[in-house]
């Protein structure tokens, strides 16, 4: 029995020693081939925020009352509490917020006081998301009773999380029709309740020859 284990022994301690040997090369291999994947992994990693982040600066809070909404360049100019002006790229994912009720950026009034978060990109400062603190009218009582109109048509499409729908007024005209920041509990149910095909008429103030903004629904 002792002569078989000793041949045993023989036979099997040089194949387990070079198995030891080789594993350990494979393994280092492997560590190494790991170690640049991981690189390379962590390269297209940051390439990819860096597109997206763009300076990758952290994002920010700035207050100020807005100047102008430059609806041809996507801009949002602010005045800050220093007095300083900044420049805030915006797009249609930018949301504003006016109690609990969003609205787009067009829907900004200079003089309406904000808080704005921004993010650093290559192209300037963007913001996603812009708070109004306090608007600088109220929605029925500031506007000249001479730039109030009576509109009327069908309703084509409602948009109740930003608070707009739009009218057909003419043979293939339309305008969009914006709620304003604080509606009353009436107009403001009726925009819920407002459905494709109703025929409404309006009391509203053209911002452009395409935008109204609401001051009753009659």
């Known amino acids: 029995m002792r002569a078989v284990l000793r041949e045993w022994e023989r036979a099997e301690a040089p194949v387990s020693v070079a198995g030891v040997r080789r594993w350990g090369r ?42 102008r909404v430059d609806t041809r360049s996507l801009v949002l100019a602010l005045q800050l509490s220093d007095g300083q002006s900044l420049n ?60 109030i109109q009576t509109i009327e048509g069908t309703v084509r499409e409602v948009d109740v999380q930003n608070g707009l729908f739009s009218l057909e007024v003419g043979t293939g005209a339309r305008v969009t029709v914006s709620m304003p920041y604080s509606p009353s509990r009436t107009d403001q149910n009726r925009f819920q309740n407002l459905r494709q095909g109703d025929y409404v008429r309006i009391a509203g103030v053209y911002l452009n020859g395409s935008r109204v903004e609401l001051r009753q629904f009659h």
Do not use: E, I, M, W
Request: net charge negative.
């Open 26 to 67: 494979d393994a280092v291999a492997f560590l190494l081939l790991f170690a640049l994947a991981a690189c390379s992994t962590a390269g297209d990693v940051s390439n990819v925020l860096g597109s997206v982040a763009g300076t990758g600066q952290g994002a920010r809070r700035v207050s100020g009352y807005v100047l």
């Open 88 to 147: 805030l790229l915006y797009d249609d994912d930018t949301k504003v917020v006016y109690n609990n009720q969003n609205y787009s950026v067009t829907s900004l009034d200079q003089g309406d006081r904000v808080t704005a978060r921004v993010q650093g990109t290559r192209r300037g400062d963007y913001t996603d998301l812009v708070q109004v603190d306090q608007p600088v009218r109220g929605s029925d009582t500031s506007t000249a009773s001479h730039s």
